[in-house]
């Protein structure tokens, strides 16, 4: 499977996963859903809110657009049911996101094809080793012979 296709995966769990998460905390009395248990935010109410804070601040960083969060312990919802709301929406968004990275992947795939093209055709034309991967000899991040 390859990387493209395991963020497709992982989007799509992420949100089956999240539905099932909200599906067990609607089961809870409110008294429960509230309760200091003693996790990082505290109760299921605040957990939920701190995954989808995070969520916003990652897609953010990543998309550059969307509400982010300052605190990773922010209330965004004082509500299960708008919680939800807005976590399902944010799961769309991921998987919209992680699919648009096909087109990402297509081209970074298309000019690597033609970059070992190119690399091949100099070193034939200028029947010389033409130094393309000098830099990676000189920091160790390559061994082998020259390209």
Not at 106 to 130: N, R, S, W
């Amino acid at each position: 499977m390859t990387p493209l296709a395991h963020y497709r995966m992982f989007g799509h769990y992420n949100a089956w996963a999240n539905s099932r998460l909200y599906d067990a905390a609607a089961r809870l009395s409110p008294d429960q859903y509230r309760a200091d248990r003693g996790a990082f935010f505290k109760s299921v109410h605040g957990t939920l809110n701190h995954l989808l804070a995070t969520d916003r601040i990652w897609m953010q960083r990543f998309t550059g657009a969307g509400d982010a969060p300052d605190r990773l312990d922010a209330i965004l919802f004082e509500q299960l049911d708008p919680l939800r709301e807005a976590r399902e929406a944010e799961d769309a968004r991921i998987v919209r996101y992680v699919t648009g990275l096909d087109a990402v992947y297509q081209v970074v795939e298309h000019f690597g094809l033609h970059y070992g093209q190119i690399i091949v055709l100099t070193k034939i034309l200028a029947a010389q080793d033409m130094g393309f991967y000098k830099e990676l000899s000189q920091s160790g991040r390559a061994s082998g012979g020259a390209v």
